[in-house]
């Protein structure tokens, strides 16, 4: 059975570009959700999405967004890239068939923005 | 809104031996979750146990159990006969239930554990 994928791996950016990271769920998993890791503020929630529809949003800036598309793949994107927004994102997985299982999660994309 | 606290940064443990990390939580809210996560070096976060709120015995999972107190709010995790394997950052989350789509986790800081041969 195949886990949460989230791809890149890896990314460097410059600051001022913009940055879209992918994740395709658990088969069957219909909820999304994204999280920023930093070892300063540890892990932060970005945003949940279910049945293409933003349900949840954390307390970042505008300047992150994301979707989630029919096949329940999500994906996030940062604009203007500043050097603060370097941080490990995961991507977790859940609810399946109208029953929420626990999260699972991908191996994360880390963002190296300079 | 909730919080998770991890009142130990970094914890070590001899091989073979036993350790208990340490969390404790607020909310306002009766029925929730709490959970135990373990991310190695690979960075990739693995469930090690879940608790039901509503559920008064302590969940086990092998080498892995929970002391949960509800009335104190605390959760703490026990790991018996530690392997080198369960090296790790240890993170407990918190998660409501119930109440449309909010499947939000909220995290602790984390513990560092260290295994020591």
């Known amino acids: 059975k195949a886990g949460v994928t989230q791809t890149p791996r890896y990314l460097i950016k410059t600051r001022g570009q913009q940055v879209t990271l992918s994740c395709s769920p658990i088969s069957g998993h219909r909820s999304v959700s994204w999280y920023q890791q930093t070892p300063g503020q540890g892990l932060q929630f970005l945003f949940e999405y279910f049945s293409e529809t933003q349900r949840n949003k954390g307390n970042f800036p505008g300047r992150f967004s994301g979707r989630q598309f029919s096949n329940s793949r999500s994906e996030m994107n940062v604009s203007t890239l500043e050097l603060g927004d370097s941080a490990l994102y995961l991507c977790?997985?859940?609810?399946?068939?109208?029953?929420?299982?626990?999260?699972?999660f991908g191996q994360g994309t880390r963002l190296t923005v300079v | 809104a909730q919080t998770v606290t991890q009142s130990q940064p970094e914890m070590s443990v001899q091989e073979a031996e036993t350790v208990t990390l340490s969390c404790t939580y607020d909310t306002s809210e009766s029925d929730y979750y709490l959970f135990w996560y373990k991310q190695p070096p690979s960075r990739q976060m693995i469930l090690v146990i879940r608790?039901?709120?509503?559920?008064?015995q302590n969940a086990t999972e092998n080498r892995f159990s929970v002391n949960f107190q509800k009335a104190a709010k605390s959760f703490s995790l026990k790991i018996s006969d530690s392997q080198l394997g369960d090296a790790a950052m240890y993170f407990c989350a918190y998660r409501r239930r119930g109440g449309g789509s909010n499947y939000k986790l909220t995290f602790g800081k984390g513990t560092l554990l260290t295994v020591n041969p």
């Open positions: 977790a997985s859940s609810l399946k068939e109208g029953v929420w299982t626990e999260a699972f």
């Open positions: 608790q039901e709120a509503y559920k008064q």
